[in-house]
């Protein structure tokens, strides 16, 4: 356990629910925690991350520089005062209570926003401080916050938490940190059991767990893995595939916005491999100029997947074909199943005409989320409506797939109001 975890917690890993429970009460039988306060405690954090050496230290964690100085801006412009107050006023609207009188009523009401009471963050790892920036999304609402620490996280998380407890100390009872497995079931239902709601981020089997160990009385907010994709019609440009495997290298495709693969608008298995193969030599050129994460066993790994493809492609090249490139390869199939890709610069490319684009992917609905779409212009609207209508929930740009703006939804919804509860009063 890390110096910044050992601080945050002020125990051992494994909590004491009882001591844990009566802290929870305290907290949420004091002052209500001020949103001001948490924006003005976000907006130094960002200040402070300024400084040379937090770029140095996700060098020295293994990052590459480039992606460390990009990480390090985006996570300065999420935290400024200006991005929060932007959000939460797009997110919810007029903060303040509201009075009127009801139509055909003779009494009044105020209405207004109120926390939920206690979250339990369950966070995954593939994303760089996530658990700390789902804890600042139940801070901004006004919630108790215990956070599960994922297996995979580096001590960013904590660190950046306990840096914002150190500037801000009112916030200190509104955040609880673990270093809980998730083997621990015992644990967490007993985490679960004191919380209001359960935040959940990660794949089908982390979301069926957590629906096993929560009672019905406790809330669930899934957020859970998405797929993403390119979809290609008419004739692309050097610059539309360039953009599709900037993203692919930039992410490692490990975001729930990673091209995991791109569709072709065709039904013609052969046209798909000569897309595949103009795509890797892009790919290749990309792959050389971006800096990889994931090291040396991660590399190993997927050569032997990708050489396992190879010889299966070899015994139905009707079926499937590889094209190697520069550090990475793109394999062409003949279905238009939707799938998630081998990861770390492996994505697919399959064939699916616009004709058979809604009745494809409407079975993969819930589990869609990024389109970058390219192709003619006098076609973009027409295609940019069945995206929708298949549950897709954001058309972009390749290079923007993963990046994220102000009040942008995630998976078609505002976070901050899944954190709050709207209330009545009779006044």
Same mark, same amino acid.
């Given at each position: 356990m890390n110096e910044a975890l050992r601080r945050l917690i002020g125990g051992p890993e494994k909590p004491d629910v009882d001591a844990l429970k009566n802290r929870i009460l305290a907290a949420r039988s004091g002052p209500a925690l001020s949103?001001?306060?948490v924006i003005a405690a976000c907006a130094k954090l960002s200040d402070a991350l300024n400084a040379p050496e937090y770029a140095a230290l996700l060098a020295a964690m293994g990052m590459p520089k480039e992606r460390a100085e990009r990480e390090l801006r985006l996570a300065r412009t999420m935290l400024s005062a200006e991005y929060l107050r932007a959000r939460i006023k797009a997110?919810?609207?007029?903060?303040?209570?509201i009075s009127f =009188?009801?139509?055909? /009523?003779?009494f009044s009401v105020r209405q207004g926003w109120r926390p939920l009471g206690t979250l339990l963050h369950i966070?995954?790892?593939?994303?760089d401080a996530l658990p700390a920036f789902s804890v600042i999304e139940g801070l901004l609402t006004g919630n108790v916050n215990l956070l599960k620490l994922?297996?995979?996280?580096?001590?960013?998380s904590a660190a950046a938490l306990e840096l914002l407890c150190e500037i801000e100390p009112s916030i200190r009872p509104f955040v609880e940190v673990f270093d809980v497995p998730s083997e621990d079931v015992e644990t967490l239902q007993s985490?679960?059991?004191?919380?209001?709601?359960?935040?959940?981020?990660?794949?089908e089997e982390a979301i069926r767990a957590v629906?096993?160990?929560?009672?019905?009385? =406790?809330?669930?907010? /899934?957020?859970g893995h998405k797929l993403s994709f390119a979809y290609f019609s008419g004739e692309p440009s050097d610059d539309a595939l360039r953009s599709a495997a900037i993203n692919i290298c930039a992410t490692e495709q490990l975001y729930c916005s990673s091209c995991q693969g791109i569709f072709v608008d065709t039904d013609d298995f052969e046209t798909v491999c000569r897309f595949a193969e103009r795509f890797a030599a892009i790919l290749s050129d990309v792959s050389a100029e971006t800096p990889r994460f994931g090291g040396e066993r991660v590399t190993a790994q997927k050569t032997l997947e990708v050489y396992t493809e190879q010889l299966e492609a070899l015994r139905d090249p009707n079926a499937k074909r590889v094209f190697r490139a520069e550090g990475a390869s793109v394999i062409a199939y003949s279905d238009s199943a939707l799938a998630a890709s081998r990861q770390f610069r492996c994505p697919w490319v399959k064939p699916l005409p616009k004709e058979r684009l809604l009745e494809t992917l409407l079975p993969y609905k819930n589990l869609l989320q990024t389109v970058f779409l390219s192709c003619p212009d006098e076609s973009r609207e027409a295609l940019t409506a069945l995206l929708l209508r298949t549950g897709a929930v954001r058309i972009t740009d390749g290079r923007r797939m993963s990046e994220e703006y102000c009040a942008l939804p995630h998976d078609g919804e505002y976070p901050l109001r899944r954190y709050l509860?709207?209330?009545?009063v009779e006044i």
């Open positions: 949103c001001e306060a997110e919810l609207g007029e903060t303040e209570d =009188t009801p139509v055909g /009523e003779a966070s995954a790892g593939n994303v994922p297996r995979e996280d580096n001590g960013l985490l679960a059991a004191l919380a209001d709601a359960v935040v959940v981020w990660g794949g629906r096993r160990m929560v009672s019905p009385d =406790t809330r669930i907010v /899934e957020w509860k709207r209330v009545s």
